[in-house]
């Protein structure tokens, strides 16, 4: 019985999706780009979404069949084998395999064993900073130490083994060595990590030999499932109806307008030119926005000013993955008035039940959080805008590599989830004191010093604020908290911050992620009732007071990613990846409960809860 290969449809966009390396039942493969996906595709409607990346629209690969998804007329979307250079477990013989010898339904076999034995693949690969991917040059790191003049006199370039020795350990036990007539070249893998001088490909496994470009990048081989091989790049985008908003929001709806327009993409890459003054005089006639209203959009999504028409200031021409600013619109529809549910956004305002309450610490907890709002019914949509390779700042790859489609892939997940907002008043206050703004000073230069600093910027807003952190980081311990209590998977549930003092923001949305049922079963709305989310928040901020990893990470000036984390590590704040919008970096549990000289939002309610307790006890 052929074993099954499956990819999940949710698994196209995010984890596996266009260029991802991944290892399935013992076999390795690469995801290829959009362009060889089948025809059958499954639209995703994202008008908002699409608008703000400038596509056409969305689509989803059918969903996999019940079968290998090797074979040529299989569902869903297409992979490839990868690396092709291959070994035998029994023998050590390598073999590059190639499409033709591909055997629908049926993994590598060895040719020269018997019983026949199934083939492994190389566990290292080569990349490089423009987002090229390749097989490693066994020929060439097998002849390596041999001089250029008796590495051309073999003639051999296939017949290489992969050896193990039973005198060494590690990576220096490993070694590749040539079996061609005369030769026996051979080096073991002790320092075969990094760069070698090894030549780039220039195009990606999936892309042919003309697609190939004179890549002057230098190579680096890793290992296959490595960190680095893949950052996709994603945006996501809730579906919210285009209702009636309440009125402090009326700049905020013209503003979506005018990022809707069909017009507004096309004067962004004009900008500064003569023909941009067309462009406005057209979206100010169909949207009814002034001139100030459009310099400010510009000049935050081009992210300089835009010069007259006579100046000479012009648009960068480098390609780069658009990055939406969508909060805006998200924001003023959980704070709407109550509105007619649909069938993909169902919200409905509740509170932590404390209303009477005078006893500490929920008469605290009360004062310091503000607006809670249940979402019944949602519909997020997330699209795969490309990738990077080697770092998050090198070279954007799009998922459509030969550059001719104009629609992107995505996939569309359905869950629930709780809107918390903090106390205003209690915020500001806290922002202005002296200990807080030193504290989130030091984290904004690591941030101006990393070269995550462009990508981030568009979650965090023009400056990396001390409200940003907070809520960011009382995202990540509420999540933590309420994969005890609601039955989710820290994996399963996902943040999105609301936190630009520019936009008025100061909120947190905690919802489910999972592309299957498990996002639908309603545990995550019932934990938002009264009291429950009182008695959730107070556990959250006593378990956050300690960490097991403290004082050392309670003192950490620098930690995590590019130093962008300050008293957080995985004993007490960092989620998964999937979970989180920036990474894992750019949180401080100091601010949320307290630390050394440092004032948390919650300190307070952390002091009473222990003095409470302390008193019960007596």
Partial sequence: MSRRLRVRQAQTVLPFGVGAVFDIQGESFVATGIGDWPRQRQEV?????????????????????????DRQDAAGA?????????????????TRWRIVDEKPGTPPRCPNCSPVRQLSPMRFVQICADGHLGDVDWWFWAHSRLDPQARQACASRDRLRFDVSERATGLEALSVSCTGKNCGASRDLLDVLGTHGMRCSGRNPWQRRSEATDCVKPVQVVQRTAGNVYYPVVSSALDIPEGELPADAGNELLAERVRGSDLWVPLCRVAGTPRAETYRDMIKEDTGADDALLDALLTEEIGVAPASPSGTAEQSTSEAPVVPELSRAEWAAFLAPAQPATRDFAVRATDLGLGGERAEPWAGLGKRVGRIVLADRLREVRALQGFRRVSPGSTFVPADTSRRLRWLPAVEVFGEGIFLTLDKGELTAWERNEQIRDRVAGLRDDLSRSFQADRLAAVTGEELSARFVLLHTFAHLLIRQLSFESGYSTASLRERVYARPENDQYGVLIYTAAGDAEGTLGGLVQQGEPPRLAETLLRMAEAAAWCSADPLCAEHTGQGFDNLNRAACHACALLPETSCETGNTLLDRALVVGGGQVPGYFEPIVAAARTAAATAME
Wanted: glycine share 8%.
């Fill in 45 to 69: 409607r994202s008008p908002r979404l699409a608008d703000q990346l400038g596509v056409s629209g969305f689509h989803a690969a059918p969903p996999a069949a019940d079968d290998r998804f």
């Fill in 78 to 94: 297409p992979y490839i084998r990868f690396p092709a250079w291959l070994f035998c477990g029994a023998c050590r013989r390598m």
